[in-house]
């Protein structure tokens, strides 16, 4: 199994471009989420979803998108990057909003 | 009050040594807790979940007290690889369906 799947691992961006994370599990697991993380910080919700086409909002949900047509899918997409959103973001999945979650291996983002 | 709050360290121990972290939550109807840990640069992994009994692996014991609201990870006789961010994980429970991470302790484990 390749657990949780995120790609790409590093991406820089100019301000105003858009782009999308993308975060993939096999695990069937009904709960997937989006965290970032800055540097000395712990990790702060973003959005979630505790299944196919349910979503909803975290902490910093401020310039994120997020859909969930399938399981195994929930990209993030950024609508116009800007530099306070330079970051690394994991995505995490679990078979519910109680249970430990998996996480995959992070995206490293830089916005200019 | 944050959800949940840590002491960020660092704690610098030598090999060997018994070190301990707490971790305070402010939701008493939190229903679920976990330690996890995270290298640098490196995704949180979990290292175990904490029930009302307390529960133990190997030289990791973690202790929920609900009356006080706060859980514990005590590690005895320390190893160089345990150097590494410690997260306090709670989910905050009634309609809250996420987990709320702490900002994390720092264990550096000395030669």
């Known amino acids: 199994n390749a657990g949780v799947t995120q790609t790409p691992k590093f991406q820089v961006l100019k301000t105003g471009q858009s782009m999308t994370l993308q975060c993939a599990q096999d695990?069937?697991?009904?709960?997937m989420s989006w965290y970032r993380q800055d540097p000395g910080m712990g990790l702060r919700l973003i959005h979630y979803?505790?299944?196919?086409?349910?979503?909803d909002q975290g902490e910093v949900p401020n310039g994120y998108n997020v859909s969930r047509s399938t399981t195994e899918d929930f990209p993030l997409r950024l609508l116009s990057a800007a530099p306070s959103q330079t970051s690394v973001y994991f995505c995490?999945?679990?078979?519910?909003?109680?249970?430990?979650?998996?996480f995959g291996d992070g995206t490293r983002l830089s916005i200019l | 009050r944050k959800e949940v709050e840590q002491d960020p360290g660092p704690f610098n121990v030598p090999e060997g040594a018994t070190v301990a972290f707490n971790c305070t939550y402010s939701?008493?109807?939190?229903?679920?807790f976990f330690w996890y840990r995270q290298d640098c640069r490196k995704e949180p992994k979990l290292l175990m979940s904490?029930?009302?009994s307390g529960n133990e692996d190997g030289r990791f014991t973690a202790q929920l007290n609900r009356a006080s609201q706060y859980i514990s990870l005590l590690i005895r006789d320390s190893k160089l690889s345990d150097s590494a961010t410690y997260l306090c994980?709670?989910?905050?429970?009634?309609?809250?369906?996420?987990?709320?991470f702490g900002s994390g302790t720092r264990l550096q484990v000395q030669p």
């Open positions: 939701n008493s109807a939190s229903q679920s």
């Open positions: 979803s505790v299944g196919a086409g349910i979503t």
């Open positions: 695990m069937n697991h009904e709960y």
């Open positions: 994980v709670v989910n905050p429970g009634t309609g809250r369906r996420a987990l709320t």
């Open positions: 995490a999945s679990s078979y519910t909003g109680n249970q430990p979650q998996h």
């Open positions: 904490v029930y009302s």
